[in-house]
């Protein structure tokens, strides 16, 4: 029997991803922050394009862009995990075991946001601080086209062809189309133009001359003014901006999150040897060549935490649905030096139940209305390792690590089911952004020490065993978009205990 207690910390602040700039996609490494990290500010909220887009369409402007203010962002991610179970050798060709992970994630967030008053055009939406004024506005519009409206319907009754008709029927459409196109401006974000900026003041300026053609025909001024925001976005706001009412996010505040030590996936496994060649007898030196051969079948349990919804940049302690892995691994021995271990597994990962926010996975705050539930199919996944060793002594030896790790792109299905805020919807929701930057590919290259009082086949001469060992892990290359670029340190101990059988 062995129990062991195996630490490992990982850390990341960068990732290979991957991006289109124009219609070129660009595949490199990007820190964590980038997703945090614009000039203009408005690519932090998608929600601003439907914004621009009605900008666009009430000021004749057809290169219209908005400004909130230099957003520039910092994320580092960090994973302590405590492995602890037991194995135990049932007989002499197969053990079980059990293992239990303890994990204690963290995120380290910084942003720096800077809005700029001779650029910045955009501010908070009066429709969360000022929202009577928005409402009148919108509704002395509505009356404003109306009694336009009235009036093109009686003069065209009596002259349907004349200039005056045509002219109050034009005015009619045009004064329709503001009314829709400011309503829509209004609702399609939480910023609006600021008070006193260019943009502002071309609303205006449309919306007056509106005005005037209504008085020119014989009909009331529209009697109210556009709504401007008076609130520029601040750093402190920004961070609070999921928590306020009328945004639209409905979230915690963006912030470092530290943690608590939960539970992850427990994984039950069983090993079958094989092969067992060049295992020496009692009394006799070890051959020149040793060799083994293992099978193994391991159970991962969904007992982990997926990442909450609600909480951004957080990270999950497990997967919360079942994996089943078959693998096969083996040990060749050169003489009293030299060794090589290696190993292949393959994965499938069982689909599960969840709740999702469905936009792109640059999106870090996305709109509560894209809040569904899904199925999660998580793709199948390869494990290839590979650790060449070599022996200072019988007890310690250093090793080096390649690992590969290759998982295709996971599906998704809308099960139908909507939360809360479903049936507020500022755009349509396409379930294949939660699939895109899903797989993942990666190569790790890693050197360790270990002491080990058993032989390279697993065996010793002890009643009680030991082994400990300590190892640092990088991830040199990979791809998948959100594939992390990590640093693990680890250090591990086992300790057996013969309780049946004799010593080898």
């Known amino acids: 029997m062995s129990v062991l207690f195996n630490p490992s910390f990982d850390s990341w602040n960068s990732r290979f991803g991957k991006r289109l700039e124009g219609a070129v996609l660009v595949e490199e490494e990007e820190p964590l922050g980038l997703d945090l990290t614009d000039q203009a500010g408005t690519s932090l909220f998608p929600a601003i394009g439907k914004l621009e887009e009605q900008i666009r369409a009430l000021t004749g402007d057809p290169s219209y862009s908005g400004v909130l203010g230099a957003a520039d962002g910092l994320v580092v991610h960090d994973v302590t995990r405590i492995d602890m179970g037991a194995h135990v050798g049932v007989l002499d060709w197969l053990t079980l075991g059990v293992v239990a992970p303890l994990v204690k994630n963290r995120t380290v967030f910084e942003m720096s946001f800077r809005p700029d008053s001779l650029s910045s055009d955009l501010g908070l939406n009066p429709r969360i601080s000022n929202s009577t004024e928005v409402t009148g506005f919108l509704d002395a519009l509505e009356s404003a086209y109306n009694s336009v409206r009235a009036h093109a319907d009686a003069l065209c009754s009596n002259s349907s062809g004349s200039a005056a008709c045509a002219h109050a029927e034009s005015l009619a459409g045009r004064l329709q189309s503001f009314r829709g196109a400011t309503e829509e401006a209004y609702s399609s974000s939480g910023f609006f133009p600021i008070q006193g900026s260019a943009v502002a003041a071309s609303l205006s300026d449309a919306l007056a001359a509106l005005d005037y053609e209504m008085v020119s025909i014989g009909l009331s001024s529209i009697g ?64 020149f060549v040793q060799y083994g051969l293992m099978g193994s079948l391991l159970v991962r349990l969904g007992t982990g935490k997926v990442d909450a919804q609600d909480i951004f940049l957080d990270l999950p302690t497990g997967d919360g649905q079942m994996d089943i892995e078959a693998g096969i691994s083996g040990f060749l021995g050169i003489g009293s030096r030299i060794g090589i271990r290696s190993s292949a597994r393959y994965g499938l990962q069982l689909p599960t139940t969840l709740m999702r926010r469905v936009a792109p996975p640059e999106i870090v705050m996305p709109l509560a209305s894209t809040l569904r539930e899904v199925r999660w199919s998580p793709a199948s996944y390869m494990r290839l390792e590979i650790e060449p060793s070599w022996n200072f002594s019988p007890q310690l030896y250093g090793f080096g690590t390649y690992h590969f790790y290759s998982k295709a792109m996971d599906s998704y299905e809308l099960t139908g089911n909507q939360d809360r805020n479903s049936t507020v919807q500022v755009a349509p929701i396409f379930v294949e952004d939660l699939e895109d930057e899903s797989s993942r590919t990666f190569h790790q290259l890693g050197l360790g020490l270990r002491y080990s009082t058993l032989n390279g086949l697993g065996s010793a001469s002890e009643q009680r065993p030991s082994e400990v060992h300590g190892r640092v892990i990088y991830t040199l290359a990979g791809n998948g978009g959100h594939t992390p670029i990590t640093t693990r340190v680890e250090f591990g101990i086992r300790l057996f205990q013969r309780f049946w059988g004799s010593a080898n």
């Open 224 to 287: 109210s003014g556009l709504v401007f925001a008076t609130d520029w976005l601040t750093e402190a706001a920004l961070f609070a901006l999921p928590t306020m009412n009328g945004i639209g996010i409905e979230g915690f505040p963006l912030q470092d999150i530290n943690g608590i030590w939960e539970l992850g996936d427990i994984e039950v496994s069983a090993l079958v040897r094989l092969l067992d060649g060049g295992r020496p007898s009692a009394g006799e030196a070890s051959p």
